[in-house]
């Protein structure tokens, strides 16, 4: 009886997370062609850690889900806290960007912050990281071009870097799929597409 209910345990806080998130990035599209609803992001980025890290804690996974509600929506620590918990909570805002700075600021601090996250921020940075590098072979943001999506690749490589330590199987996934984009937008580039 235990696991069932552990297991029911998760499942409900799994699920309160995706609505959590569904509702939050509910106008939000991705940024490629296809205009793919945003809540897939953070879905897969929670499905990519079960995948690799199958015993991976339940608040580790809420998190992912929930990764990009502060810079993207407006959501506060403390509402996460209060819905979820301050394990929950920690971890979103660890991996959430200061939408006040610049761009280029931003980026900076992602691979300065990196060494420095938890191991459970480390391990939702990188599935966000592998994610977002995986996107470029299916859903490439409009109007990046060759360069733009290599340097996306190079910069979330040093993002991930001090992460890889939490998940060989994660970093291996980084890996390959980072090796497929440099392949294939060089191979289009050559090719004249």
Same mark, same amino acid.
């Given at each position: 009886m235990g696991s069932?209910?552990?297991?029911?345990?998760?499942?409900?806080?799994?699920?309160?997370?995706?609505?959590?998130?569904?509702?939050?990035?509910?106008?939000?599209? %991705?940024?490629?062609?296809?205009? &793919? +609803?945003?809540?897939?992001?953070? *879905?897969?980025?929670? %499905?990519?850690?079960?995948?690799? &890290? +199958?015993d991976t804690?339940?608040? *580790?996974?809420?998190?992912?889900?929930?990764?990009?509600?502060?810079?993207?929506c407006g959501a506060t620590r403390d509402e996460i806290a209060t819905c979820f918990n301050d394990i929950v909570a920690d971890i979103v805002l660890e991996v959430s960007d200061d939408k006040a700075l610049p761009r280029d600021d931003r980026k900076a601090r992602q691979i300065e912050t990196a060494p420095h996250l938890s191991n459970d921020a480390k391990l939702v940075r990188l599935a966000d990281k592998i994610a977002n590098v995986g996107a470029m072979l299916t859903d490439t943001p409009i109007g990046w071009d060759r360069d733009q999506i290599l340097a996306y690749v190079d910069w979330a490589e040093a993002v991930i870097a001090p992460c890889r330590i939490v998940s060989p199987r994660l970093s291996d996934r980084f890996d390959a799929i980072s090796r497929n984009v440099r392949v294939w937008h060089t191979e289009k580039e050559e090719a004249g597409v």
């Open positions: 069932s209910t552990t297991d029911q345990r998760l499942m409900q806080l799994l699920l309160k997370s995706v609505d959590f998130a569904a509702r939050a990035h509910r106008d939000q599209r %991705r940024k490629g062609p296809a205009n &793919e +609803p945003y809540i897939n992001h953070p *879905v897969e980025v929670s %499905r990519l850690i079960v995948e690799c &890290e +199958p804690a339940e608040h *580790v996974l809420c998190a992912a889900v929930l990764h990009d509600v502060i810079e993207d």
